[in-house]
């Protein structure tokens, strides 16, 4: 499937991920939940928390997120789609 995988596919199913998430472990889903899918290259998928709606400056919260939840993450996603992309948050 991943021969045809690209971002509109990604987001078009994405809730399949955030199901699978919730199943295994509430804190990971809430964890990434509001994520905005950005991008994907065919092995990475890039990930944004931006939104200008929640707060009226700057903010970066990268470093507190737990690289555990990358793998639950990357695991939900193998799931839905059949591969383990690598995350990046732009």
Same mark, same amino acid.
């Given at each position: 499937?991943? =021969?045809?995988?690209?971002?509109?596919?990604?987001? %078009? $199913?994405?809730?399949?991920?955030?199901?699978?998430?919730?199943? *295994?472990?509430?804190?990971?889903?809430? %964890?990434?939940?509001? %994520? $905005?899918?950005?991008?994907?290259?065919?092995?990475?998928?890039?990930?944004?928390? +931006?939104? =200008?709606? *929640?707060?009226?400056?700057?903010?970066?919260?990268?470093? %507190? $997120?737990?690289?555990?939840?990358?793998?639950?993450?990357?695991?939900?996603?193998?799931?839905?789609?059949?591969? +383990?992309? +690598?995350?990046?948050?732009?």
């Amino acid at each position: 499937m991943s =021969s045809s995988l690209d971002l509109s596919s990604i987001k %078009a $199913r994405w809730n399949e991920v955030l199901d699978s998430l919730l199943a *295994k472990d509430r804190i990971v889903w809430l %964890a990434f939940f509001d %994520a $905005r899918l950005v991008s994907f290259d065919g092995s990475n998928l890039s990930i944004n928390f +931006t939104d =200008s709606q *929640k707060f009226g400056g700057q903010h970066d919260f990268s470093m %507190a $997120r737990n690289p555990k939840h990358v793998v639950v993450l990357q695991e939900s996603f193998h799931e839905v789609f059949g591969i +383990t992309p +690598t995350i990046s948050e732009v």
